[in-house]
């Protein structure tokens, strides 16, 4: 997800970090070495929630840290603020490329704006951006079939309602979170015909603080529960953790988490019961193979897309909950990954 990867804050945790990242705009950390060699520089600029969403973006933290550890890598982190402007995000990315950063790396596709202007100005300078694509030659895309790993998830839904009543929340109602929506009902109804899919979310175009705001998620899910759904996967970013804390009070309940396996998340740790499943984008795999790329020599550009065949998504299977039919799970993935089936971007 986005921007789909930290899901996201458990509600007081989460939305503690969240409005630490917020109040300063930006946060940062360096390692540097002492051995007078030069080092791999890689900037990170995180989406809102940074490092410690328990999602999205610390898929892609997971994948720095990889880096900096394989190749002794210097590393600088900011994260974006709430309600801040393009210029922002320009300027955040330019002062990792003024340092002397390479790669510099935006983690969501809000950044694509960006990017594809400071870009311009620093051509020596490869550019990785996440969730969205530019045009430019210095800028690796890195993007992910989120609708594939969410049509596994929709089958894992079928399968697991009681009733075949299943829901939906999106973070933000934009064409990246739709993929996630579109995937999802798909393999619902290609599952169970009879079953219904209610698709919810918490907020809409440039307002994007449905990805940070566990309480929206908590209301949202909680409203689901009460008209009887009992699977809900939530594409939201932080506000995840709120709607995996609302399912988990509802017994025989199940959450669906996305971006990393939230099921093992510490700050989730008491929900893991409800978790039925996390839909995984290797975000960290992304932002690794960019830095191992630059520390190669041979950066990569142009667009790089993880797909469920190339293991870029994937499912959980953190608890076993799925034990019972992983056959028919392992089944829609040969199909999608022969063709046999084709998943929608948009519903």
């Excluded at 051509?123 to 045009?135: I, K, Q, R, W």
């Excluded at 899919?197 to 899910?221: E, H, N, R």
Aim: glycine share 12%; proline share 3%.
């Amino acid at each position: 997800m986005r921007r789909v990867s930290k899901i996201s804050a458990a509600c007081a945790i989460t939305a503690a970090l969240a409005l630490t990242a917020t109040a300063c705009g930006e946060s940062s950390t360096e390692s540097t070495g002492s051995d007078g060699e030069k080092k791999l520089k890689i900037g990170m600029a995180y989406d809102v929630g940074g490092r410690g969403d328990n999602s999205f973006n610390d898929s892609a933290a997971r994948g720095l840290d990889k880096a900096e550890a394989e190749f002794d890598a210097e590393t600088k982190e900011l994260t974006a603020k709430t309600g801040e402007t393009p210029a922002d995000r320009e300027t955040r990315l330019a002062s990792l490329a003024e340092g002397g950063f390479n790669p510099v790396i935006g983690v969501g596709f809000a950044y694509k704006d960006a990017i594809d202007k400071v870009a311009a100005k620093f051509p020596d300078t490869t550019f990785g951006l996440v969730d969205s694509v530019s045009e430019a030659k210095n800028v690796n895309s890195i993007v992910f079939t989120e609708e594939q790993g969410s049509y596994l998830a929709g089958v894992a839904a079928a399968l697991k309602s009681k009733d075949g009543k299943v829901g939906f929340i999106g973070g933000v109602d934009l064409p990246l979170i739709k993929k996630f929506a579109a995937g999802f009902e798909q393999g619902v109804l290609e599952t169970n015909p009879k079953a219904s899919v209610q698709i919810q979310y918490l907020t809409t175009g440039s307002d994007l603080s449905g990805f940070g705001s566990p309480d929206k998620g908590k209301a949202a899910a909680k409203g689901m529960l009460d008209k009887g759904i009992d699977v809900i996967y939530a594409a939201a970013g932080g506000s995840g953790a709120g709607a995996i804390e609302a399912v988990a009070a509802q017994p025989g309940a199940w959450a669906i988490g996305v971006d990393s396996d939230q099921a093992k998340d510490p700050a989730l740790a008491k929900y893991a019961d409800s978790i039925l499943t996390s839909v995984v984008k290797n975000v960290d795999t992304g932002v690794y193979n960019l830095a191992k790329s630059v520390h190669d020599g041979k950066p990569l550009t142009g667009v790089t897309a993880y797909s469920l065949a190339k293991d870029g998504v994937s499912l959980t299977t953190t608890g076993d909950h799925l034990k019972d039919i992983q056959a028919k799970i392992d089944e829609a993935k040969k199909k999608i990954v022969d063709g046999t089936i084709k998943v929608k971007t948009t519903t």
